[in-house]
Structures are given as C-alpha cells and as structure tokens.
C-alpha cells in the first residue's frame, strides 16, 4: 500500500516542525511554500556582512524548545549554540530611569527598591504566581488540544477560572504587587507577544515574565533562524520534499473532503490529507470557498503589527545592550491607540534589538546591524495608508528614544536601511490585515475558543501555526505541529 500523501500550505516554523513528525511516522509529505525560503515569520536576511533576524529575535521557554526537539528525536542543545541573555533587557522609561531585567536576585532586589521601596517582595510574590500560572496553563491549556467542549468545560478544568486569574486584566491585577507605575509596566509590555495590551490580556499572562526570568531569555549563535535550518534539516532527514516559490491558490473539495490544491501557475496536486500552515484567517478566506467561518473570522480579534527598522550601521554602539525596550510612560494612551484605535501610537513604546552584542559575527567588525520594531496597529479591511508618512513618523520616534541614551546621530551613522510595514508582513506572509501575531489571544480566542487544528466540516483539513491552538511564538507553534501531527496520525490509524 502507497503511504498516505500528505500536502502542507506553508513552511513556518509550524509547517516544518509537522511535517518532520509525519515524515517519520511513514507518511509522504510534501511542503509547499511561496516564498524562496523555509521559516515563514522566522525569517532572516543579510546585507554587507550585516544579518538581520526579521522576526523573533527571543528565543523563550526553553523547556519547550528541548522537549520538541526530544519529541523529534534530536537534542536542541546538540544542534544550537545557546547562550541565554542576562539582564534580558535593560528598560528606559521616558524619565530616563532603568531596569535591567535579570535573575540575579540581589541586583534586581536593589534595582527595584531604588524605584519603590519594599517592591522586592511584591516582585517575588509575582514570580511565584507567575510560577504557577505557568504550570497550569502548560499543563491544562497549551500542551493538550481541545477536540470537544467536554474537553475544555469539564470539572478538572474548573479550578482554573480562580487559580489561573483569566477574568483579571493583567494591568489592574498587578496593584497586588506594585503602586508604581513603571514597575506595573515592567512586568506587563510582554502581553505585546501575544499581541495584546495588558489592559485587556487576562492576568494568566504573568506566565510570560516569569518564564523569562526563571527559565532565561537565550539566543542561538546565529540568530534566530538557526532554528529553522535545524527544523529544515530533521524534515529533510525523514524524507520531506519542499517545494519553494510555489504559492497555492486554492484547496479543492470534494463534499466534507479536501482532495488537494490548485497552485497558482494552475497545477493540481492531489493528497490524502492537507495541513495548513498559512495564516488560519487567510486560508478560510482566500483559499477555501466562500464560506461561513470565514465571515465569523473576520470578526474575530486580530493581533498588533509592527513597523520595523532594519539597519546597517557604520559604527559600534557598546552601550546599547541586546534587547532595549522603551517603555512609554502613558502606557495606556499607548495600547489603547494600537488596540482600539488600530493606529501609531504618539508616544509608542519601542523596541531595539543589537545582535552583535550576543555574536560579534552578526555585524561587520566596528560596525553595528541594528533592528527597531515600533509596534502598531494592524491595518483596517478597507484604508488608504501613507505608508511613507507612517514610516518617517516611526523612524523618528525611535531616534527620539535612543537621544535618551545618549545616542544622538543614529542616523548620520545608518549605511542603509530596510522596513517592514504591516502591509509587508501581509505580502510576505499572507497575515490579515498585517497582524504579525495572527488572530490575537484575548480570553475569547484562547483555549477551546481559538480555532481548532481541524477543519471543522472538512475532515482531512488540518491547521498548524500562531492562529489555531496553542497561538503564537516559536515555542508555540512547535507544540501546535506535535498536536496536530499526532491528531493526523491517529486519525489515519498510525501508531504513536
Ligand atoms: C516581528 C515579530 C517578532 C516576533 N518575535 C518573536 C520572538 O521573539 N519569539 C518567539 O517565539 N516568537 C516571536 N514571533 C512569533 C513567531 O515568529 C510566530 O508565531 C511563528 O513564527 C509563526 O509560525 P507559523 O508556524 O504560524 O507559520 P508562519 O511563520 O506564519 O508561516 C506560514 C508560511 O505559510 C506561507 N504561505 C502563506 N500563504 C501561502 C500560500 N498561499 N501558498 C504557499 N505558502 C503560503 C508563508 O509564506 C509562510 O512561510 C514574532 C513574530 C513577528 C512577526
């Protein structure tokens, strides 16, 4: 008997991940991806000895990283040359204050007493809740998926609705611990991960900072996108064939059954099974029918974007640690204007990445490669943008922010610079509307709520990545293969 054929529409990071764990269970996939490379958002680019990761610069929850490179039968510390971050980031507040994150208790104890004096103990009390949010919502949300309602409303569950704070907002629950203002948004910018604005995001979402501090922030010598050249090469290992710049532009159906796609140079493929990696919004709405869900997606909530700035630079810039963030001091205004208002902010909080602070090979030697990521709101259905007038607006913003460091003639020193847009993030990717977290992680969409790893009428059409269950991140959208794969296997009667 021939092996189940299987197609998958994207090589994300999800998409990979799936189809190494199909592969090796005897299946015969095939990826099909538009652009001229693996990793989807986990993309890179280089320049005059300049690299540029032009996504995740973060490489979190290492635990998770670990255990699915073990559940694809490889070690990650074999394959990466990890080295973790501390402090994680150094925070500049629009007085011109500073926190480096870190978990060298005794200078965080010191740090946050000079800005409110008995904090630490608020700050500890934090971690341990954010200890315990973490565990639960591994266990009992992220790790598993959610098949029925029975699988999410039953009596084990429970407990959670008190135990892991979903109905507080993770802003004003944080008066439990700090009065400060700058300390509240400290351990709250993270919510932005998910694409949300801590005055929205449930307080469960205190999992986040904890994560960082107690399990570390590292980075792989390289950049990010060492991890998919390690993903690309497990899948290729277990026999998965790629086919880059190859887009498709429809799955075609036969009654409750996806039978395969129709590319866009008008070749069909046929398969047994089709997993979907593209955005799961985008799928629903530009390569299935018309439809119902669709219609309800549209509706749904939708990530942030960003404007980010990728810059060549003729000149080191030493005191510019790995990861800066700015953190504006209307935090409110701020998220506000990206979430409801879907604009840019007039004050944002930003962020500044310097890889070769981590790996001096990152940037030529004296010189530095810079990335600056402005977050924003993602683009509405139907508007015109001056994109050239946003991105001026953008860059000074952030040329504003590093004066408070000192660094007054950045732009003297930029050798060239690329930017992504929301609009680029939509073109590269297929995100809707630009979101580059997908469909956001508010209590409505997480869980049970978000859209399942399987079509619900189409019962060989299957969905991976940031916008179905677990959600976004690298992590994540690791987990999501490893669920979705095995839901596959066992729906094709393979042995796990
Ligand atoms: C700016 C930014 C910063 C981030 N920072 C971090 C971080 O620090 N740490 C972290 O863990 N995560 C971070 N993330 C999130 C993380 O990058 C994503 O959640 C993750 O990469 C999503 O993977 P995915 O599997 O959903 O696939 P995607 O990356 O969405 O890949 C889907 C693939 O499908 C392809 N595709 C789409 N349509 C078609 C079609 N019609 N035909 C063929 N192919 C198609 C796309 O080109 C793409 O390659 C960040 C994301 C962004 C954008």
């Not at 205004?333 to 409801?340: G, H, K």
Request: charged share 20%.
């Amino acid at each position: 008997m021939s092996p189940t054929s299987i197609l998958i529409i994207g090589a994300g990071v999800g998409g990979i991940a799936a189809a190494a764990h199909l592969a090796q269970h005897g299946l015969n996939v095939t990826v099909i991806e538009k652009n001229p490379r693996p990793g989807g958002r986990c993309d890179h680019f280089s320049r005059d000895g300049h690299h540029f990761d032009t996504g995740p610069t973060l490489l979190i929850m290492p635990h998770v990283y670990e255990d699915e490179f073990a559940a694809l039968g490889t070690s990650l510390h074999e394959m990466l040359d990890l080295q973790r971050v501390d402090p994680t980031y150094c925070l500049v507040f629009d007085d011109g204050s500073q926190l480096a994150l870190t978990s060298d208790l005794k200078a965080m104890e010191e740090q946050l007493e000079a800005i409110e004096p008995d904090s630490f103990q608020g700050f500890l009390r934090y971690m341990n809740e954010g200890y315990s949010h973490y565990q639960q919502a591994m266990q009992h949300l992220v790790n598993r998926d959610f098949r029925t309602a029975s699988d999410f409303f039953n009596k084990r569950n429970l407990p959670l609705l008190s135990t892991l704070h979903p109905f507080s907002r993770h802003y004003h629950h944080m008066a439990a611990y700090f009065d400060e203002p700058r300390l509240k948004s400290a351990f709250t910018f993270q919510d932005v991960y998910m694409g949300l604005s801590p005055f929205e995001a449930p307080a469960t979402f205190s999992m986040m900072p904890y994560t960082e501090l107690a399990h570390g922030v590292w980075y792989p010598k390289g950049g990010m996108s060492r991890v998919v050249e390690e993903l690309m090469g497990i899948a290729q290992q277990a026999g998965v064939t790629f086919a880059f710049q190859t887009a498709v532009k429809q799955i075609e159906l036969n009654g409750n059954r996806a039978k395969g796609v129709i590319l866009e140079n008008g070749q069909r493929l046929e398969a047994d099974a089709i997993l979907a990696n593209a955005d799961l919004p985008y799928v629903y709405q530009h390569l299935l029918p018309p439809n119902e869900q669709a219609q309800q997606l549209a509706h749904k909530r939708y990530s942030c974007s960003v404007i980010s700035f990728f810059w060549g630079i003729d000149r080191l810039y030493e005191a510019l640690g790995p990861h800066t963030l700015f953190l504006a001091d209307d935090y409110r205004a701020n998220f506000d204007e990206i979430a409801r208002d879907l604009s840019i902010p007039a004050n944002p909080s930003l962020y500044i990445h310097a890889p070769a602070r981590l790996d001096p090979s990152m940037a030529p030697a004296g010189e530095d490669t810079l990335i600056a990521v402005v977050p924003v709101g993602h683009m509405h259905d139907h508007e015109d943008y001056d994109w050239k007038a946003l991105i001026t607006q953008a860059r000074q913003m952030v040329f504003r922010r590093l004066a408070l460091l000192g660094i007054t003639h950045l732009e003297r020193h930029i050798k060239f610079e690329t930017c992504f847009t929301p609009l680029s993030w939509r073109k590269r990717y297929n995100l809707v509307r630009g979101a580059t977290h997908g469909l956001a992680h508010n209590l409505m969409q997480l869980g049970y709520f978000r859209p399942g790893n399987r079509h619900p009428h189409y019962h060989n059409l299957y969905f991976v990545g940031a916008s179905t269950h677990p959600g976004t991140g690298i992590p994540t959208a690791l987990i999501s293969a490893r669920l979705t794969a095995h839901r596959m296997l066992e729906d094709f009667g393979v042995d796990l």
